[in-house]
């Protein structure tokens, strides 16, 4: 028989927990596998950690939040946020099924060219690009969505140096009714800095105006507020049709959906707050058929979902280190990531799930990452069963921002794997090492003795 693991015995205080809407907050279920793969399995041949993502959650998100516009709106098309996971096999994946790339800087820019997205279809969002990253994507005839009056003067400079007339949207900001309001993108539509911005551009006579942009927020849960936003720009754009005569080609409604990821401190669960892409669809094609634009040219729809189209696709699979009593009688886990790996632990309460059976007892624990630095906590407090020391975890809903704000901090960042539709995985990126970060590392000579 198997020597059963001792606990020695603590007194503490029995908390009853603040029960939700739902009653007293559960355990979950274990993960042991994905798409198929054993989690041990992947653990033994890539390392632990690792992040493992899932083609086949990818794909099926896809369909289902393009379908929600297609099926009510005749003219959309997605734009892949890079910023969101730009891991090269997750960009062609969207790409193959037929998204464009909504980039926010030269290096995302590149990525997207690298990927084999055409000129013309990509999106060049954001307040920081160069002069150099303008003229490619003039020449490359992308859409250039100007965030600041020095980028529109910036733009008219340039166009006099190019020999295609740069294709822009301008980037309007408004209040759709939610806090905090974002206004520090792009021009304000309701003290008319965006109207303003647009008879710039269209005064000038050397850009050509194609499209108009807004991203509200992210993790937005009010598709209230994607009404009111998608009603202000319809009503600019018909507004610019009847002042310039000018039909605006796209509206471009960003991204923020939210994911079914529970946020620090909400009351009740994502599950119960996240609209569907049914809603958040029903809501901005319900503003735009009703508007008033001439129903044989409508404006196209572009959507730019980053968030709710890859968070549930990914996977952090780990190790517990070692487990603690804390002097209050608490019981604390470390596992072998933290938040260099989890950024979005700042702002999630993350579903940590075991990765094999186990006993029905759980008890309150504050989860903390492998780093020696205060701040590494990913969970302050949530009901796990007794692991211990190489049990295995895997946090499920992480595909969103972590493979793209992950901290080179203290130790090496880990292999990334695919499952592929063929449910077999695919190494999509290795594990760093010691050479391949000091690459970018030059001693002087003086101390190389
Ligand atoms: C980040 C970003 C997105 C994606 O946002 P999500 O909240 O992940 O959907 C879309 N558009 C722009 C301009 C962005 O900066």
């Given at each position: 028989m198997d020597k059963k693991l001792f606990e020695p015995p603590v007194i503490k205080r029995m908390h009853t927990g603040m029960p939700g809407k739902m009653g007293m907050p559960g355990q979950l279920e274990p993960i042991t596998h994905i798409d198929q793969v054993s989690v041990s399995s992947l653990m033994t041949e890539f390392g632990s950690p690792l992040f493992v993502l899932s083609e086949k959650t990818i794909r099926e998100t896809y369909r289902n939040a393009l379908d929600a516009f297609q099926s009510r709106y005749p003219r959309v098309q997605f734009g892949w946020?890079?910023?969101?996971?730009?891991?090269d096999a997750i960009c062609r994946i969207y790409h193959q099924e037929g998204s464009w790339a909504e980039v926010v800087s030269g290096f995302e820019y590149d990525k997207a060219i690298r990927n084999g997205v055409g000129g013309r279809q990509i999106i060049f969002n954001g307040p920081d690009k160069s002069d150099e990253d303008l003229i490619k994507a003039i020449n490359n005839h992308s859409y250039i969505h100007i965030d600041h009056f020095d980028e529109l003067f910036t733009l008219i400079r340039l166009a006099d140096t190019t020999a295609a007339k740069p294709r822009v949207a301008v980037r309007v900001n408004m209040d759709t009714g939610t806090f905090p309001k974002w206004d520090r993108f792009g021009f304000n539509y309701e003290n008319g800095e965006a109207m303003g911005a647009i008879r710039k551009i269209i005064g000038s006579g050397?850009?050509?105006?194609v499209g108009l942009h807004t991203?509200?927020?992210?993790?937005?849960?009010?598709?209230a507020a994607y009404r009111i936003a998608a009603e202000k720009l319809a009503s600019l754009a018909l507004a610019i049709e009847r002042q310039f005569h000018q039909r605006i080609l796209y509206i471009d409604m960003g991204g923020g959906f939210a994911s079914l990821n529970n946020l620090k401190?909400?009351?009740?669960?994502a599950a119960d707050t996240t609209p569907s892409f049914d809603q958040y669809a029903e809501a901005i094609t319900g503003a735009l058929n009703s508007a008033g634009f001439d129903p044989d040219n409508l404006p196209m729809l572009f959507l730019e979902t980053g968030r709710a189209l890859v968070d549930d696709a990914g996977y952090l699979a780990g190790t517990v280190l070692a487990t603690k009593r804390l002097m209050d009688g608490r019981k604390a886990m470390i596992f072998d990531f933290g938040v260099n790996l989890l950024f979005t632990s700042f702002w999630y309460d993350h579903f940590i799930h075991p990765a094999q059976e186990m006993t029905e007892t759980t008890e309150d624990t504050i989860v903390y990452g492998p780093?020696?630095?205060?701040?590494?906590?990913?969970?302050?407090q949530m009901q796990l069963p007794l692991l211990k020391k190489d049990d295995q975890v895997v946090v499920s809903r992480?595909?969103?921002?972590n493979m793209t704000q992950w901290l080179q901090f203290i130790t090496y960042r880990p292999n990334v794997v695919l499952i592929g539709v063929d449910n077999r995985p695919h190494l999509i990126r290795k594990a760093e090492t010691l050479d391949a970060l000091i690459q970018h590392e030059l001693t002087p000579d003086y101390l190389s003795t």
């Open positions: 946020s890079y910023k969101t996971n730009y891991l050397k850009l050509e105006l991203h509200i927020g992210t993790y937005v849960i009010s598709t401190g909400a009351y009740h669960s780093l020696c630095m205060n701040i590494d906590m990913l969970r302050d992480v595909g969103a921002y």
